[in-house]
């Protein structure tokens, strides 16, 4: 169980696009779901926080106009990286938990690697 | 700045060798502790965790981890590694209701 699963899992695209990821959780009710990115040889850093309903709470020095957080029901959350640079190619990686609270478990996707031309 | 150390970047063992991970936290009071595994091309998966009690942990595949509260730390170990071992090994901690914060993830090779 609690199988959370992360849409598409590598993309290339040319410099100035958009892009879409898709978190969902597929048998579990995700209240809360998390947005992370992974730089090469650098640990997951926590880019946002969302809850179902509400909007994103972004952490120091993420642009939210730039990384677009969307969780409108309680299986899905995406992330849309708006006019792509270089500077974002990045691996992404989301995580889906059924509350904040300190029992409650985070379980990760597969990630999505991201590769801007 | 709250942070979370793993010190050892790649750790290179062989078959039926002993592992140790340090693990160090900068934060202070009450946490909780995580290690995470991500095997090649895989997600993350939880190794084991520690909340409150025994500070001697016992997670799958024969890994277990002590908290040690005077030194701020969280090491994993395991007695005898193998090939499948290979993976890369997330330290984490979790204050409060506040998401996990990850330490730069330690690389293991397994040769045999």
């Known amino acids: 169980g609690a199988v959370v699963s992360q849409h598409p899992s590598r993309v290339i695209c040319k410099s100035g696009t958009s892009v879409k990821i898709e978190c969902r959780s597929l048998?579990?009710?995700?209240?809360?779901m998390f947005w992370y990115r992974q730089f090469p040889k650098k640990s997951l850093m926590l880019m946002a926080t969302s809850n179902e309903g509400s909007k994103a709470t972004y952490e120091q020095g993420v642009e939210k106009d730039k990384f677009l957080i969307n969780h409108a029901s309680l299986t899905l959350s995406t992330l849309t990286v708006t006019s792509a640079h270089p500077e974002d190619s990045s691996f992404y990686i989301c995580?889906?938990?059924?509350?904040?609270?300190?029992?409650?478990?985070?379980?990760f996707g597969d990630g999505t690697r991201l590769s801007i031309l | 700045a709250q942070s979370v150390s793993q010190h050892n970047h790649h750790v290179i063992l062989s078959e039926a060798a002993s592992l140790e991970l340090g693990c160090n936290y900068s934060?202070?009071?009450?946490?909780?502790l995580f290690w995470y595994v991500q095997y090649p091309g895989q997600h993350l998966q939880l190794l084991l965790k520690y909340f409150s009690g025994d500070p001697l942990v016992k997670g799958i595949k024969g890994f277990e981890a002590e908290f040690i509260k005077s030194k701020f730390s969280f090491n994993l170990r395991k007695p005898s590694v193998q090939w499948s071992d290979t993976a890369e090994y997330f330290c984490a901690v979790r204050k409060g209701n506040t998401p996990l914060v990850f330490g730069k993830g330690t690389r293991l090779s397994v040769i045999a």
């Open positions: 995580s889906a938990s059924q509350g904040a609270g300190r029992g409650q478990p985070q379980h």
């Open positions: 048998d579990f009710q995700a209240t809360t």
């Open positions: 934060y202070g009071g009450t946490v909780n």
